[in-house]
Nanobody, 122 residues
């Protein structure tokens, strides 16, 4: 089993910053892409940002220039630095990781964290 534990959410005023962290633990052979998704009330879950083991990143258009994703491969941890937050960034943020749990099974499975609430007040 794999556990993803997020931290760093909270309440912040518009224009402020938050930094989310997500640590993966458990039976892990290797981790491929890690990412952050978010789900606002009444809306579908959407991709926010992803990062490969080599550091290549991808962002959804609405957060480009404001959010930065990074990772520490040695600690199986991914971060999301969120700056210039807007009320429309309010959502539950979920960490995701594609994990290979053993040398003998080459497939990567997708694992999710429990989510952390980010609320941006206007």
């Amino acid at each position: 089993q794999v556990q993803l534990v997020e931290s760093g959410g909270g309440l912040v005023q518009a224009g402020g910053s938050l930094r989310l962290s997500c640590a993966a633990s458990g039976t892990i052979f290797s981790i491929d892409i890690m990412g952050w998704y978010r789900q606002a009330p009444g809306k579908q879950r959407e991709l926010v940002a992803t990062i490969t083991p080599g550091g290549s990143t991808h962002y959804t258009e609405s957060v480009k220039g404001r959010f930065t994703i990074s990772r520490d491969n040695a600690k199986n941890t991914v971060f999301l630095q969120m700056n210039i937050l807007k009320p429309e960034d309010t959502a539950v943020y979920y960490c995701n990781a594609r994990v290979r749990i053993t040398l003998y099974r080459p497939a990567f499975d997708s694992w999710w964290g429990q989510g952390t609430q980010v609320t941006v007040s206007s």
